[in-house]
C-alpha cells in the first residue's frame, strides 16, 4: 500500500507526512485483527476537536445546513431531546465542520490500514450525547456488535472511528470493548444498543461458555478509538461531571456492497442508507458519492 496515499476524489488531499506518521504500525494492526479494536494517537488537535464541540452545539440549537439530499430532512435535529441518551444519525449532512473533522482523510488512512482495504468510504455517522448519571436514571449504551445492524452489507470486515470531544475515561462511561470478541460466531443474540440492562446481557454470553474481557477505550483529547463491526462493544453510565460527547464514524471497506439477506423473521434485513443511496440496478448504491464520500483511497 502506498501510504502517502494520494487520493483520487476532488476536495480530499493526500497524507502529509506527518499524517503517515500517525498511522498504525504493522503490530497496531495484527492486534486490531486479533483483538477487535485500536485507540489512535491523538490524530487531531485540541482546536480540531473544540471545534467538532462547537458545531454539535450548533447542530443542537437547531443551526444546521441544508443537505444535498431532500430524502436527510427527516433526520433534521427538532429541539426535542430529553434528558437521556441522544443519537443522530447524519448529523456531519446538516453541519460542514462535522463533514470537514469526520471525513478526515486521516480516519480514511487509518481504517484503510486495519482492515487491509484499498479504500475506505463513510457508511454513516451518530451524534451522541450521554448525559451525567442521576438519580433513578441511569444511560448506558447496551452491548452489541455494529454488524447485526448492517445485515444488508456484503462485507464483514467494516470498522467504527470513535471521537470523542475531550478526554474520556471509565468515570464518565467510555466505549467499552469485549476482547477477542470479533471470533465470536454466535454473539449477537439478545444484544441492543438501546438497553440498559449490560449485567443481563452480560450473563447469557456467559451461559455459552464466553469468557468475557472488558477493555475500556481510555482515550485522551484528539485521540480516536477504531473498532470492527463484529466487536462486541457498549459504555455503562456517565458518572463524571459532565455530558459525554462524542461521534461515531461508520466505514466501509472497498468491497462492501448491498446484499439481500433475510433475517429469522423472514424479513430481509434493511439500513437507513437504502433509502438515501441511488439505485443502480434496483438495488441500493453503496458507493453513492454523496451519502457514501470515499475518505482515502492509495493507488
Excluded at 33 to 39: F, M, Q
Excluded at 231 to 247: E, K, L, Q, V
Excluded at 255 to 271: I, K, P
Aim: charged share 25%; net charge negative.
Amino acid at each position: 500500500m502506498n501510504e502517502q496515499g494520494r487520493v483520487e476524489e476532488a476536495g480530499i488531499l493526500p497524507l502529509t507526512p506527518e499524517q503517515v506518521a500517525l498511522l498504525p504500525s504493522d503490530e497496531d494492526v495484527c492486534f486490531y485483527r486479533e483483538h477487535g479494536y485500536y485507540l489512535s494517537q491523538q490524530i487531531f488537535s485540541e482546536a480540531q476537536v473544540d471545534a467538532l464541540l462547537d458545531a454539535s452545539e450548533r447542530y443542537y440549537a437547531g443551526e444546521v445546513d441544508e443537505p444535498g439530499n431532500p430524502a436527510l430532512r427527516r433526520y433534521q435535529p427538532d429541539g426535542d431531546y430529553g434528558n437521556g441518551l441522544r443519537k443522530h444519525d447524519y448529523a456531519s449532512f446538516f453541519s460542514r465542520e462535522l463533514a470537514r473533522l469526520t471525513r478526515s482523510p486521516l480516519i480514511g488512512a487509518i481504517a484503510a490500514r486495519l482492515a487491509g482495504s484499498p479504500s475506505i468510504r463513510l457508511w454513516h455517522d451518530q451524534l451522541l450525547y450521554k448525559p451525567v448519571d442521576y438519580a433513578n436514571k441511569k444511560v448506558s449504551v447496551g452491548w452489541h456488535t455494529d454488524r447485526q445492524y448492517w445485515r444488508s452489507c456484503s462485507s464483514t470486515t467494516m470498522l467504527t472511528a470513535w471521537i470523542p470531544f475531550h478526554d474520556c475515561g471509565e468515570e464518565m462511561g467510555t466505549i467499552t470493548f469485549f476482547d477477542r470478541s470479533l471470533q465470536w460466531a454466535d454473539k449477537a443474540e439478545g444484544l441492543n444498543f438501546f438497553s440498559n440492562d449490560l449485567e443481563g446481557m452480560e450473563a447469557r454470553l456467559k451461559m455459552h461458555d464466553r469468557s468475557i474481557v472488558k477493555i475500556p477505550g481510555n482515550l485522551k483529547k484528539g485521540q480516536v478509538s477504531f473498532h470492527h463491526c463484529l466487536t462486541i462493544h457498549g459504555s455503562g453510565p456517565n458518572y463524571g461531571s459532565a455530558p459525554r460527547r462524542s461521534i461515531a464514524v461508520h466505514l466501509q471497506d472497498e468491497a462492501n456492497r448491498y446484499q439481500r439477506y433475510r433475517q429469522g423473521n423472514g424479513e430481509l434485513a434493511s439500513h437507513a442508507n437504502d433509502r438515501l443511496c441511488r439505485e443502480v440496478e434496483d438495488v441500493p448504491d453503496y458507493t453513492d458519492p454523496y451519502v457514501c464520500p470515499v475518505l482515502f483511497r492509495t493507488r
